[in-house]
């Protein structure tokens, strides 16, 4: 039995996938621990993982103000870095003595758990990346997807893919050095490459890619250390029960289109709830909405409407005709797999990217950005997704989906690497 810890930080898109891998893991007989922000502890000890939560809270985290500017221009993400540096640095803190707890002969993490590597060393432990966008290895195949930007070119794309990493770099170097600084009795050097892993023996590691092929197939100038290994999908949890008001408003009508934007924060440029709500109208098209955290947190009630906090997608995409959400790479995952048309509406980050993806694929409209949203643009979006050939593209792309088991083949390719001897372990 192997100790497998994973590192990740962020909304539950960025904690749902670990939970997955890890319950996998757990399976097959390790034990997995799981640490992240504050918030998520009944969903991993649901699925047979120890929780070690940070203090951080990442849902009172988008409430505030530097926060939500971040999402607003690429100058409120410096502003937000530079005012949540204390922040940060307790992270790492808190990261640093889990690590030193549980003792993992491997550890699993998202890049934002800079400190993984050079735990990993400190231990004599591997430490293996995981990416749930292609963000993080520059390619010629497509823009860094990080950046809203149409195909450049090979020459150019492999450009804004540098530019990214060039400036994760500089930021994970300021965030370490300040770390090392006010802990000297740690070894800071030789410096290591946060995105590439460590091994103690100095050789390669499989960098993990939990995307799916069929949405964005790898990049031919991709080396052999990336893997990607189709999304890693959490199993529906077999005790949830659906609301008995939910069961029959799905009963009542046809299949509704699921809209929802998930841990996105109030908009404060235009009123993207009244421009949906226009378009279902317009269009007499039923709905569920859910509120998330803040861009859909009132919505009248109606007829044709249902609103909701939150539910498992794997429960209600099913019974859905539609989804229409921000764009996140594990909710456009989730619908996609179900064969679900897809509407996204981004507002910052990589989900401009999958937005294109969908558009490119056919299996949607173009995307709408949520600050832009009217009620015209909404109700064309809708009728666009019910359209035939949209709906046979999608459905063929789900099939294609279903097959992946990415969370599977992430396991198996850190198997090997458990029944490695470990540096300075008997």
């Not at 502003?79 to 707890?101: H, K, N, T, Y």
């Not at 529906?236 to 699921?258: I, N, T």
């Not at 099913?318 to 981004?346: D, E, K, Y």
Request: aromatic share 6%.
């Amino acid at each position: 039995m192997t100790d497998i810890l994973l590192l990740t930080l962020g909304s539950r898109g960025d904690v749902q996938p670990f939970v997955a891998l890890g319950a996998v893991l757990a399976a097959r007989g390790h034990r997995v621990t799981l640490s992240t922000g504050k918030g998520f502890e009944r969903l991993i000890e649901g699925h047979g993982l120890t929780a070690a939560p940070l203090s951080f809270d990442p849902q009172a985290a988008m409430e505030e103000p530097e926060i939500k500017a971040a999402m607003e221009s690429p100058r409120g993400w410096l502003r937000a870095f530079r005012a949540s540096r204390e922040v940060m640095q307790r992270q790492l803190d808190e990261s640093w003595s889990i690590a030193r707890s549980v003792q993992p002969r491997v550890i699993v993490y998202h890049p934002k758990a800079v400190l993984a590597p050079y735990a990993a060393r400190a231990l004599g432990a591997l430490a293996l990346p995981a990416f749930l966008q292609p963000a993080y290895v520059p390619t010629g195949g497509f823009p860094n997807p990080l950046l809203p930007l149409p195909d450049l070119g090979p020459l150019a794309n492999r450009l804004s893919g540098r530019a990214v990493v060039g400036a994760m770099w500089l930021a994970y170097r300021l965030l370490l050095r300040t770390w090392f600084q006010r802990h000297p009795e740690e070894t800071a050097r030789p410096g290591l490459d946060v995105l590439a892993g460590y091994h103690p023996q100095g050789k390669p590691v499989p960098r993990l890619h939990a995307h799916s092929r069929h949405i964005v197939p790898k990049p031919p100038d991709w080396g052999p250390e990336e893997h990607v290994t189709g999304d890693w999908v959490l199993p529906e949890a077999p005790d949830w029960e659906p609301p008995g008001d939910l069961v029959r408003f799905l009963e009542a009508g046809p299949p509704p289109v699921y809209i929802g934007f998930g841990s996105m924060p109030e908009v404060r440029r235009g009123d993207p709830a009244a421009a949906l709500l226009g378009g279902l109208a317009e269009t007499k098209t039923r709905a569920i909405l859910a509120k998330g955290w803040g861009a859909l947190a009132e919505a009248p009630a109606a007829e044709h409407l249902h609103v909701v906090d939150s539910l498992p997608h794997d429960w209600l995409f099913p019974r859905c005709r539609a989804v229409v959400h921000h764009g996140g790479a594990g909710t456009t995952h989730a619908g996609l797999r179900w064969g679900r048309p897809t509407l996204i509406c981004p507002l910052f980050g990589d989900q401009p990217f999958w937005g294109r993806m969908v558009a490119r694929l056919g299996v949607g409209p173009a995307p709408l950005p949520l600050k832009r949203l009217t009620q015209d643009r909404v109700a064309s979006a809708l009728r666009e997704l019910q359209s035939a050939t949209v709906r046979h593209k999608a459905q063929v792309l789900g099939d294609r989906m279903a097959e992946e088991r990415g969370a599977e083949a992430a396991a198996d390719l850190i198997a090997p690497l458990c029944r490695e001897p470990a540096a300075g372990r008997d």
